[in-house]
């Protein structure tokens, strides 16, 4: 599966945090708080965990439940699954289980209640999503995902090839990234259609990163990826390309910049 750098999750951190929406959030804390009793234990699997952004977002859960509240962080990085130790542990009780997720059946779900994930569905292909919701379906596990890439981005000020660039790079997001061809942005709209028709209840919450100059050394990442990425496609003229990379990069302290995502709660029917 294709992963991410250290550095990466690093930059994105302080956006995924203010992006993520705070309603969705709580309505699973209150979710799982309704599944224990008193002195009960709490379990969730984060898959993709990487150096802990879920785990960051339920701190406040954490510290104030009386329940044991146990993480099982599934990543196949085992350089990010360390950091994820190194900051979390003092807080939190951690399993950490460095696993490829195409192995489904491998993943340490006995006992929990809820699957967690930031920014990794859109990895997902259909036949991967389908097994995957029946494996949750099977489980009656509820499911947390947040950040999930919904194809939009918007940019000022605004240059005339934003909008090829933007669909060269929803092109570049529906290639395999290890789960099968991947679904990119819509894969959150066809996870609730699954999860719908098998008895869960899906809400859906939008959760867009919101970028100004603040933000600059992030933006300037993201459009030195972009352009890399959308770099590959042959039908792009590579020197308007340039030109609207050079325009993007004089504009990153000035100008605004919004990337869409989705924030997804399923409970199950059960």
Not at 70 to 79: E, G, N, S
Not at 99 to 114: F, I, R
Not at 159 to 176: G, Y
Not at 177 to 194: D, H, I, R
Request: glycine share 6%; net charge negative; with cysteine.
């Amino acid at each position: 599966m294709t992963g991410f750098s250290l550095d990466w999750l690093n930059l994105r951190e302080a956006a995924d945090q203010r992006a993520r929406d705070g309603d969705l959030l709580q309505k699973a804390q209150q979710w799982l708080q309704k599944k224990t009793s008193p002195q009960s234990s709490l379990t969730i699997v984060d898959l993709g965990a990487g150096s802990g952004s879920t785990l960051h977002a339920f701190s406040s859960f954490s510290r104030s439940n009386p329940n044991t509240i146990k993480w099982r962080l599934v990543d196949y990085d085992a350089t990010l699954l360390e950091e994820a130790i190194l900051r979390h542990q003092g807080m939190h009780e951690l399993e950490i289980y460095e696993l490829d997720l195409n192995e489904l059946s491998t993943l340490p779900l006995g006992g929990a209640q809820l699957v967690t994930a930031s920014a990794l569905i859109d990895l997902f292909s259909a036949k991967f999503i389908d097994n995957f919701v029946e494996m949750l379906l099977q489980s009656s596990l509820g499911l947390y995902s947040a950040l999930t890439y919904d194809g939009t981005t918007q940019w000022t000020p605004e240059h005339a090839m934003d909008e090829v660039v933007l669909s060269a790079l929803n092109q570049d997001q529906q290639r395999d990234k290890g789960f099968g061809v991947s679904l990119g942005p819509t894969a959150v709209k066809y996870l609730e259609q699954v999860l719908s028709s098998n008895g869960f209840k899906v809400t859906t919450a939008s959760s867009a990163w919101e970028l100004d100059g603040a933000d600059s050394q992030l933006v300037s990442e993201l459009i030195n990826g972009m352009s890399n990425t959308v770099a590959k496609d042959p039908s792009l003229n590579d020197e308007l390309l340039q030109e609207w990379t050079r325009f993007r990069k004089e504009n990153v302290t000035t100008g605004t910049c919004k990337i869409g995502h989705l924030d997804l709660l399923a409970l199950p029917p059960i």
